[in-house]
T-cell receptor, first 114, second 114 residues
Framework: DQQVKQNSPSLSVQEGRISILNCDYT??????FLWYKKYPAEGPTFLIS?????DKNEDGRFTVFLNKSAKHLSLHIVPSQPGDSAVYFC?????????????FGEGTQLTVNP | ETGVTQTPRHLVMGMTNKKSLKCEQH?????MYWYKQSAKKPLELMFV???????ENNSVPSRFSPECPNSSHLFLHLHTLQPEDSALYLC?????????????FGAGSRLTVL
């Protein structure tokens, strides 16, 4: 049973527009959520995180929104740039009990077209 | 060299071969991890080490044998693998395995089992 799902395997947007990547989870014990970005031939790199006590966290062009009642989070990138083209992974953990034991989604390939 | 370094980057082996993957981190982290990424599937946690001690084995078959001689080095010994073990093997590290810590990943070792 997959506890973290990214239902869109790919997303294509125009440069300058908003990219919205979605993630759903089923485990109500998850209380810490992260987004990682992965370029080809590189390892995933941490992008942004959010704790369940918040519903929004912003870092420059990147904003993560958390809807606990819907068990849904999303990553907004605005404005999107061609260099943002990568695979984006959503991850979740039960912070208090298992800390860095992250459960990942399948990833969404974002392509930003110039 | 800084960050998390994995060698080799690519490995092709037969089912009867014995090979090892190596991971080295220069971040002063105390926890190290092995993850497996198969095509179109989420990253799967395999092993967790904290201060050289294995703290988690996520039901991994015994043909995968981890070794952590110190907090900076992690190995994954491979023996009598199956073709379905072909995947990207990612090493990661963090300051500790508990709490909301961010993982730093290596670039991965792409394994092909013939």
């Amino acid at each position: 049973d997959q506890q973290v799902k990214q239902n869109s395997p790919s997303l294509s947007v125009q440069e300058g527009r908003i990219s919205i990547l979605n993630c759903d989870y089923t485990n109500s014990m998850f209380d810490y959520f992260l987004w990682y970005k992965k370029y080809p031939a590189e390892g995933p790199t941490f992008l942004i995180s959010i704790s369940s006590i918040k519903d929004k966290n912003e870092d420059g062009r990147f904003t993560v929104f958390l809807n606990k009642s819907a068990k849904h989070l999303s990553l907004h990138i605005v404005p999107s740039q061609p260099g943002d083209s990568a695979v984006y992974f959503c991850a979740a953990s039960e912070e208090e009990t298992s800390g860095s034991r992250l459960t990942f989604g399948e990833g969404t390939q974002l392509t930003v077209n110039p | 060299e800084t960050g998390v370094t994995q060698t080799p980057r690519h490995l092709v082996m037969g089912m009867t071969n014995k090979k090892s993957l190596k991971c080295e981190q220069h971040l002063g982290h105390n926890a190290m991890y092995w993850y497996k990424q198969s095509a179109k599937k989420p990253l799967e946690l395999m092993f967790v080490y904290n201060f050289k001690e294995q703290t988690e084995n996520n039901s991994v078959p015994s043909r995968f044998s981890p070794e952590c001689p110190n907090s900076s080095h992690l190995f994954l010994h491979l023996h009598t693998l199956q073709p379905e073990d072909s995947a990207l093997y990612l090493c990661a590290s963090s300051t500790s395995p508990s709490g909301a810590n961010v993982l730093t990943f290596g670039a991965g070792s792409r394994l092909t089992v013939l």
